[in-house]
């Protein structure tokens, strides 16, 4: 069943609010945080960042290479979420002879669009969540060759995926920023859903926007009437 933070109708556990500066109500990080720890992807994630930094741990033999391999992949993050954004979440369906490809992922993000106040659409799916980690971790065992390098790209890379779910869901509950920085993710996000679907691509960080160009002002961009749909006919 589809929930909402945003509906006063959703279950009074998930809408505990506390007062803000202004009186007004908002969800507290506390009640978003049990809501989030509750669905699908988190508790599949946790215990597998924490066996990676355990084994980390075990496996010790730290070198310089561990701080590259995290600079590298701090450095990546940006573009990596832009460009599945934009490539794969945005994709749309083809047809190649007779067979129609449609991914799975397009799919399942087209249905958060379609419902953006809907908080069961806001976490990446399972079986793209499992092709996703079982993708990074081919790569790092490929480029690093080493296990212990191996764990700290592992770690390295689940904690991002980690901090992307929770970043995404945050944004489309009704917690209100309270920080600069979260403001300006939770505004430009929002303006992807609500004013043009075409920009404002990054969920945690706005580099890759900032150097393709999708991270304009709000008032240089029409309104779209397609940002629910994404121009695309699912019948």
Same mark, same amino acid.
């Given at each position: 069943?589809?929930?909402?933070?945003? %509906?006063?109708? !959703? =279950?009074?556990?998930?809408?505990?609010?506390?007062?803000? !500066?202004?009186?007004?109500?908002?969800?507290?990080?506390?009640?978003?945080?049990?809501?989030?720890?509750?669905?699908?992807?988190?508790?599949?994630?946790?215990?597998?960042?924490?066996?990676?930094?355990?084994?980390?741990?075990?496996?010790?033999?730290?070198?310089?290479?561990?701080?590259? #391999?995290?600079?590298?992949?701090?450095?990546?993050?940006? *573009?990596?979420?832009?460009?599945?954004?934009?490539?794969?979440?945005?994709?749309?369906? =083809? @047809?190649?002879?007779?067979?129609?490809?449609?991914?799975?992922?397009?799919?399942?993000?087209?249905?958060?669009?379609?419902?953006?106040? %809907?908080?069961? @659409?806001?976490?990446?799916?399972? +079986? %793209? +969540?499992?092709?996703?980690?079982?993708? &990074?971790? !081919?790569?790092?065992?490929?480029?690093?060759?080493?296990?212990?390098? *191996?764990?700290?790209?592992?770690?390295? &890379?689940?904690?991002?995926?980690?901090?992307?779910?929770?970043?995404?869901?945050? #944004?489309?509950?009704?917690?209100?920023? =309270?920080?600069?920085?979260?403001?300006?993710?939770?505004?430009?996000?929002? +303006?992807?859903? *609500?004013?043009?679907?075409?920009?404002? *691509?990054?969920?945690?960080?706005?580099?890759?926007?900032?150097?393709?160009? @999708?991270?304009?002002?709000? &008032?240089?961009?029409?309104?779209?009437?397609?940002?629910?749909?994404?121009?695309?006919?699912?019948?």
């Amino acid at each position: 069943m589809s929930r909402t933070l945003l %509906d006063p109708a !959703a =279950r009074p556990a998930d809408n505990q609010r506390v007062h803000d !500066a202004d009186g007004k109500r908002v969800l507290s990080l506390r009640a978003a945080a049990r809501v989030f720890f509750r669905a699908p992807t988190p508790p599949l994630l946790a215990p597998i960042l924490a066996a990676a930094a355990t084994a980390r741990i075990v496996v010790a033999r730290w070198s310089p290479a561990d701080v590259v #391999v995290v600079g590298v992949l701090l450095a990546l993050q940006p *573009f990596t979420e832009w460009l599945i954004h934009v490539f794969v979440l945005h994709f749309r369906p =083809r @047809t190649l002879g007779r067979v129609r490809i449609d991914l799975h992922a397009a799919r399942k993000h087209r249905a958060h669009h379609l419902a953006p106040n %809907d908080i069961d @659409t806001a976490f990446v799916p399972l +079986l %793209d +969540l499992v092709g996703l980690v079982g993708i &990074s971790f !081919a790569t790092l065992a490929i480029a690093t060759r080493s296990l212990p390098l *191996f764990l700290t790209g592992a770690v390295t &890379s689940l904690t991002l995926l980690t901090l992307y779910e929770w970043t995404h869901f945050l #944004v489309h509950t009704a917690y209100r920023p =309270r920080r600069a920085y979260y403001r300006s993710l939770w505004r430009a996000h929002r +303006l992807h859903h *609500f004013k043009n679907e075409h920009y404002w *691509f990054g969920v945690t960080v706005h580099l890759a926007d900032r150097v393709f160009g @999708t991270f304009p002002e709000k &008032s240089a961009v029409e309104t779209s009437a397609t940002a629910r749909t994404l121009a695309i006919d699912v019948t």
